[in-house]
């Protein structure tokens, strides 16, 4: 089984009342099969009025502060951040998570 544990962002799962604008975001994987390692990872950030930035899928394992590089985040109402990853063994993988920034 493969599964994506913890979508955080700064810190938090789901958190309410981010005040960065440029925030940091972090997962993890966890799989029963051994050898199982990210190759890759999709993340967008998406609000009520539509995507606000999206990385493309990006050739990485990196999956601790990675960085927000989109225009800088004003206060929408309902944010929601999308992670999809592939891994190793060619699975891929999705995971959906919300943010509230503070005004």
């Known amino acids: 089984m493969l599964t994506i544990q913890e979508l955080k962002t700064e810190y938090r799962v789901n958190p309410l009342g981010i005040d960065l604008k ?3 975001f972090s997962w993890k994987i966890k ?6 390692m ?8 998406v609000s009520q009025n539509g995507t606000v ?6 050739q990485s394992d990196q999956s601790v502060h990675v960085p927000y590089k989109g225009e ?10 999308k992670l999809e990853l592939k891994t190793t063994m060619v699975r891929k993988l999705q995971q959906k998570g919300r943010l509230k920034l503070d005004s």
């Open 22 to 24: 440029e925030p940091r």
């Open 31 to 36: 799989s029963s099969e051994n050898d199982t």
């Open 38 to 45: 990210q190759a890759s990872y999709h993340l967008s950030i």
């Open 53 to 58: 930035w999206d990385t493309g899928e990006v």
């Open 72 to 81: 800088a985040l004003l206060q929408p109402p309902d944010t929601r951040s």
